[in-house]
């Protein structure tokens, strides 16, 4: 009996550990929930685990929300997973691929540039409280012969970093001509469903499927998904990604590129394959003014996300910052 009570004691004593341990991070949110949304759900993986998970007002951590730009973590996995099988090489051309970008003189671009925003091809204005302006497509092959009949060769593919949609909604519809397939039925096919990811979506029915920031997913989702990336590809005993496949994905592939348009929200990071690279590859995020809060931090050895139930305005990178160190002061371990 007392051998029993010592148990139920350890077992609260961590309890309240992790309470007392994560009390600033929900301080945090309380304080922010006004900037952050009134819906929130906060999770943290650490060690095989979730450590960690807070929710604000009318939200659970299974309740299907838009990503935004960190849908692009989940385009970069399908496109390695294509690598993996040999469908296509990250230096193809996507002219090999599109016949239109040839026709008008950028089929030299690869997939490469585009999933590293370093294609090239004049972007949209940017317009106030919008970064990112996008025209009444129908379908993702519009959008992207739009690109390559409209929009000019501002530079050489490689020589400026120049943050937006273009190339990735390029390389999504590359995927859907090399396997005869819609994207959303293809990433349901290679990724989300092995993965079991069955709230996760690019299904639009409205507009063009997009890429770069059309996915829905929850934050148990994404969370499984982020472990299977910080696990060097594994996910539930089944490799998912080969581990040099993540490491490609975090990467920094912009090299010397002159950065012509970053963020503010990330000024000072470098790029990959759809993430942000932070503290030369020890951190890797998938974060945004308007987007979830979610980074991997492969020296502590966890990942972290905060989604809202709905697309949030534009906020400052000092509120990141300060949900990371918060969360940071209380997860143990290192890089040597």
Known sequence: MKRMLLFLFSVLALNGTYAQNFSEVEQFLLNNQKQLGDDQALMIYKGGKVIYQKTLGDFKPNIQAPIGESSQWLTAALVMILVQEGKISLDDNVGKYLPIFPKWMK???????????????????????????RNSFTTLED???????????????????????????????????????????????????????????????TSAISPFDGAKSTATEYTNFMSMLLNKGMFNGKQILTEASVAEIMKIQTGNALNKFTPPFMNGYSYGLGTWVEEEGKVVSAVSQNAPFAWIDYCKGYTCILLTKKERDPLKRELYDQLKTLVDAQISGGCK
């Not at 585009?114 to 091809?121: E, K, M």
């Not at 994207?183 to 349901?188: A, E, H, S, V, Y």
Request: charged share 25%; with cysteine.
């Open 107 to 133: 089929g030299y671009i690869t997939i490469r540039h585009c999933l590293s925003h370093t294609d090239g091809i004049e972007p949209d204005k940017q317009g106030a409280g919008k970064m990112f302006q």
């Open 143 to 205: 959008e992207v012969n739009h690109y390559a009949e409209k929009r000019a060769i501002v530079n050489n593919p490689g020589v400026w970093f120049q943050y937006n949609q273009i190339g990735t909604n390029i390389v999504g519809r590359v995927l859907e001509v090399v396997t005869k397939k819609k994207f959303d039925r293809l990433i349901q096919e290679k990724l989300l469903r092995p993965m079991n990811l069955r709230f996760t979506t690019f299904s639009n029915y």
